[in-house]
């Protein structure tokens, strides 16, 4: 079997988007950011969303990780871009519940464009926390206070 | 068991599988050993035929339980030639061998303005219990840097002990470089100081002779499961005299002489610091495990590692989108090594490798400060132990390079 395993996992959409990340910069009139460390290999992740009314009017992605994070985080961002805060924070319920197995419609599936693919990534456990970190990021900087410490 | 160290892969169960339609390739000794059919037999037998707890009855198979759980003891004594056994305390395991010297030797004598000195290369847990003592107490906690070839300076452990410095805490074995410290060196830099100096055996203890009594250390510190036996049972060697002056480090059964309404007086040690049911099996088995070395000769373990490193760093390191860290002369290499591939996560690496069966840890390996002073977030870390061949270190090689195929120079 060997490597030929990983063709699942590292489908060419995901080399494109850990290649050629998109949304990778700091947002300058972001409303709301977020930074998550993943404790188990000491990567980062930077979420900065500029929100205008209830729609993400902006958002941008800094910090370094694994392909799969990287991948996972340029295609959050694309999904997200323009959606409302409330349509982006269902996405991301439906992305977290992906990765720890649980079932969503078709229609649900849909919505998350590029960021479904990496429905895959449930074939290897120990890679599921790489994907999901930059949709923890965007839940978080959606939900919190103003006057939240960033972690 | 086996006839030779070169089949002793045979006395391994666990190794003789397939791992993702591969042979398995296990090279995360560093994390974790393998356990020899002998351990597993031994922690069988006890449960089978002698379990009892120790010390307190008078039946027959306490007395039994008690006599293995205490000539475990005395086989550890003698493994790390520590003069008496009363100076060998069962723990948890090397991280709450650690903590227990902070919070007991470091409680009492770390007050306002003292100094602790550590290494930028040290495990986390033997980082923590000292900065947090420290800020506890107000105390400095200083930490000694690497040369450029990723050994330790000794000129700057030379002008970070001084005479306010009161504990030296060093790892004897890194789990991320794969240096050896001059533990005796720094030892007898840390006493010129008055200064006690602990030792973290964790990468060390099961992988070379170890001497505490020539080594001169005041505490040392080890794992058990590193060296083949089950987890949840480590040592803590201490000298007597330190021990006995010392506080307990937890309150309980069997660690007492008499308690009363208003006072309890404390068992002597090595008792005074193993509060409750300790895990005699874990402690018999780790003695089995002892045994197990002992029939080896550690010399022997030390000498097979070496000839693995030998044959695998030169090979890494010819690879011209591999970075190895630590020395790059495999004479002062350990079978721990930590290296990068160019453009690609650890994470990817470990992933890759999995898939044609090789086993190695990626990440940051509990040594945060030292992958910022290497300048990385992370890092592939392939370790290696005397059951381990060429064949694991070749299925490495090859592992590595289809790797490079697979992503192609890609990502990042």
């Not at chain 1, 985080?73 to 439906?94: H, I, P, Q």
Request: some cysteine.
């Amino acid at each position: 079997m060997g490597l030929s395993k990983l063709n699942g996992l590292y489908l060419d959409v995901i080399l494109d988007h850990a290649n050629n990340p998109r949304n990778k910069h700091d947002i300058p009139n972001a409303t709301s950011k977020m930074t998550i460390h993943n404790p188990t290999c000491g990567d980062t992740i930077n979420v900065a969303v500029e929100v205008e009314g209830d729609r993400i009017k902006n958002i941008g992605y800094t910090g370094s990780g694994c392909t799969i994070s990287q991948a996972s985080a340029s295609m959050m961002t694309e999904a997200v871009k323009g959606k409302t805060t409330e349509e982006a924070l269902d996405m991301a319920k439906t992305f977290s519940d992906m990765a720890i197995g649980k079932k969503h419609s078709e229609d649900d599936l849909e919505k998350l464009g590029d960021a479904q693919i990496l429905t895959s990534i449930m074939e290897f456990p120990a890679r599921i926390k790489c994907a999901t970190i930059s949709w923890w990021a965007l839940q978080r900087a959606l939900l919190k206070k103003d006057d939240e410490e960033e972690e | 068991m086996a006839n030779s160290i070169n089949d002793s892969y045979q006395d391994f169960p666990i190794l003789d599988q397939k791992v993702n339609g591969e042979r398995l390739a296990y090279l995360d000794n560093a994390a974790t050993a393998q356990k020899p059919q002998q351990v597993i037999d031994s922690l069988v037998h006890f449960y089978e035929h002698d379990n009892a707890n120790v010390h307190r009855g008078v039946h027959t198979l306490a007395e039994r339980a008690t006599e293995q759980y205490e000539a475990a003891r005395t086989k550890v004594q003698h493994f790390i030639n520590a003069k008496n056994h009363n100076e060998i305390i069962f723990t948890k395991g090397c991280t709450d061998g650690l903590n227990l010297v902070a919070a007991t030797y470091g409680e009492q004598n770390i007050h306002e303005g003292d100094e602790i000195v550590i290494t930028i290369m040290e495990h986390h847990s033997n980082l923590i219990p000292w900065q947090q003592l420290a800020i506890k107490k107000h105390a400095t906690l200083k930490y000694i840097e690497l040369t450029p070839e990723g050994t330790l300076d000794m000129e700057d452990a030379k002008r970070k002990i001084t005479d306010r410095t009161k504990i030296v805490s060093v790892a004897h074995a890194s789990n991320v470089l794969g240096t050896v410290n001059p533990l005796k060196e720094l030892a007898k830099i840390a006493h010129e100081h008055g200064a006690v100096i602990v030792g973290d055996g964790a990468q060390s203890v099961p992988h070379m002779p170890v001497d505490v009594q020539d080594l001169d250390v005041d505490f040392y510190a080890f794992s058990g499961h590193k060296m083949m036996s089950p987890t949840g049972i480590g040592v803590l060697y201490g000298k007597a005299d330190l021990l006995r002056a010392m506080p307990p480090y937890q309150y309980g059964g069997e660690m007492i002489n008499t308690v009363h309404r208003d006072e309890t007086t404390f068992a002597d040690i090595p008792f005074k610091f193993e509060a409750g049911t300790q895990n005699i099996a874990g402690a018999i088995a780790l003695g089995t495990a002892v045994d197990y070395l002992e029939e080896i000769g550690m010399e022997n373990v030390e000498k097979k590692e070496q000839e693995i490193v030998d044959y695998v760093l030169p090979k890494l390191e010819a690879l011209p989108y591999i970075t190895v860290y630590g020395p790059q002369d495999p004479a002062q290499h350990t079978g721990v090594i930590a290296f990068n591939m160019d453009n690609l996560h650890p994470h990817d690496v470990a992933t890759a490798l999995d898939a044609e069966g090789v086993a190695v840890r990626a990440g940051h390996h509990c040594a945060q400060p030292l992958m910022e002073a290497l300048g990385v977030s992370a890092t592939t870390r392939a370790s290696f132990y005397f059951y381990n061949s060429k064949k694991d270190a070749d299925q490495l090689i090859n592992a590595i390079k289809a790797t490079k195929e697979f992503f192609n120079g890609g990502t990042i």
